[in-house]
């Protein structure tokens, strides 16, 4: 029997509404989840005034909620909305699109009042799109919440009330107290919704997609990574460009013999191309192992002084105290009181600063420089503190680019320390000699196409370097 659907929620109810001159709101939800599955909510909203009506007080019975659930309908009453209409639903849920139109049509006793009604669901690897379309047609009045063969045989009109009664005590057509929305929720879209008037027909047609997340992300992710490589092949092909380019435009790492404007230095192996250039712009020296006696690798200077002031440590820790100083790791104040060695940090700077002693020729040399015009720049492996003691101490500030370690973190004979002066002097490498006492920070320095001097003690050498035991032996041809 027709009074057995869900009709009954929707308007055993309105005969009562209608005759207290009450508004109807009628509200059909279809919310449909991801895999297809859902659940239809048909709901009847009481405005303030039906719910101050005596009749309401057993609203249940009314809307015989027992045969609501016999035909698998939950019926529950949601309370007070904000529009100040208390909502009573009942909801039937689905496990496929397919069965939507059955439970829809379960809604009134018309065939025609919901038809055409289909979700389609179209899935490719980065969404899944929904749609869903169909028929919603009121046209038929009351008739359609009423179970038609009843009314027949009772003999009675719609709803068992005369609409001209009807009409006559509220004053306006019963038609317009009645309206039906009608809302659809696809995943990740919204709701969209659609209001019909009792005695109007609406197409319905909703579309939604649900992007998936994961799959989006790990396509810009390719993408991204596609446009990295793309980048890296152009910057390699651009930088093999440059280098020809400037491989044509400079002369060879070692154009010209070292050799040939040191005194008793010994030639090497390779010819120079006597027509490429051969000048030296930049001078580039150690002042530990150039200027001053003392040698930085075997401390023994610093060894003494520390001894001198009462402290006392063994040569391996105050080795690795050094180089953490000399890397920026450690102030000399830090350094001082590890080893033992108290007092002011900037006196005790100074006086160590002032002990170390110039070689013999050092003040000469510069002297000769400078009025050559020659410039001279500085890597060192030092602490921060005793580098600018020693510049203010001697007047060495003319001397530039000034690179040390503890400022840079880089310690010679790491190649670095020399790419770091070659930026702050904007001077190419195969412009700058070096003058160094230790080997190894020459083979660095070489291989960079830098030319190179070993000042020895020892005079001449094996060194595959060009050899001077005297700064007085360095000219500049």
Not at 12 to 20: E, K, T, Y
Not at 115 to 144: A, C, M, N
Not at 433 to 449: M, R, T, Y
Request: glycine letters at 8%; charged letters at 25%; aromatic letters at 8%.
């Amino acid at each position: 029997m027709a009074f057995r659907r869900i009709q009954i929620a929707f308007l055993s109810i309105a005969i009562v509404f209608l005759a207290a001159a009450c508004n109807i709101q009628l509200r059909v939800t279809i919310d449909v989840q991801e895999d297809g599955s859902g659940k239809v909510t048909a709901a009847v909203g009481l405005d303030p005034i039906a719910q101050d009506q005596e009749v309401f007080e057993d609203l249940e019975s009314i809307l015989r909620t027992s045969d609501l659930s016999g035909s698998g309908w939950d019926f529950e009453a949601s309370g007070k909305s904000a529009d100040g209409y208390v909502w009573y639903e009942a909801s039937k849920g689905f496990l496929s699109p397919e069965d939507i139109q059955g439970i829809l049509e379960e809604l009134t006793s018309s065939p025609n009042a919901f038809t055409g009604w289909e979700l389609s669901i179209e899935s490719s690897k980065d969404k899944r799109i929904y749609g869903i379309t169909g028929e919603v047609d009121l046209r038929e009045g009351f008739s359609i919440f009423t179970d038609t063969e009843l009314s027949g045989l009772l003999e009675e009109p719609p709803l068992g009330i005369s609409l001209d009664k009807l009409e006559a005590d509220l004053g306006k057509d019963p038609a317009d107290s009645v309206s039906m929305q009608v809302t659809v929720n696809l995943p990740d879209s919204g709701e969209q919704s659609y209001d019909i008037p009792l005695g109007q027909r609406r197409s319905v047609d909703v579309t939604g997609e649900k992007v998936h997340r994961g799959n989006q992300i790990l396509g810009w992710v390719i993408w991204a990574l596609m446009a990295l490589l793309a980048l890296a092949l152009l910057m390699t092909a651009l930088n093999w460009f440059l280098d020809i380019r400037h491989a044509k435009k400079q002369p060879p790492r070692r154009p010209s013999p070292v050799a040939g404007r040191v005194s008793g230095a010994t030639q090497p192996t390779v010819t120079p191309n006597p027509q490429l250039s051969t000048s030296v712009r930049l001078l580039v020296i150690d002042m530990y192992k150039v200027i001053f006696t003392q040698s930085n690798d075997s401390m023994d200077h610093l060894t003494s002084y520390i001894q001198s002031k009462g402290g006392d440590l063994n040569e391996e820790d105050l080795q690795e105290l050094h180089r953490q100083g000399t890397l920026g790791r450690l102030s000399s104040q830090e350094f001082w009181n590890q080893v033992g060695v108290e007092g002011d940090s900037l006196e005790l700077d100074k006086e160590y600063v002032k002990s170390l002693t110039l070689r013999s020729g050092a003040k000469d040399f510069l002297l000769t420089m400078h009025k050559r015009g020659i410039q001279i720049g500085v890597v060192t492996n030092d602490f921060a503190e005793w580098s600018r003691a020693l510049r203010d101490l001697y007047g060495l500030q003319g001397m530039k680019p000034w690179i040390v370690s503890a400022e840079s973190g880089v310690r010679k004979p790491d190649p670095a320390a020399f790419e770091v002066f070659r930026k702050a002097a904007e001077v190419p490498y195969q412009s700058c000699l070096v003058i160094d006492g230790a080997e190894n920070v020459l083979d660095s320095a070489a291989n960079l196409g830098m030319k190179t001097v070993l000042l020895s003690q020892k005079g001449k050498s094996s060194s595959i370097h060009p050899v001077i035991g005297k700064l007085s032996e360095f000219k500049r041809g």
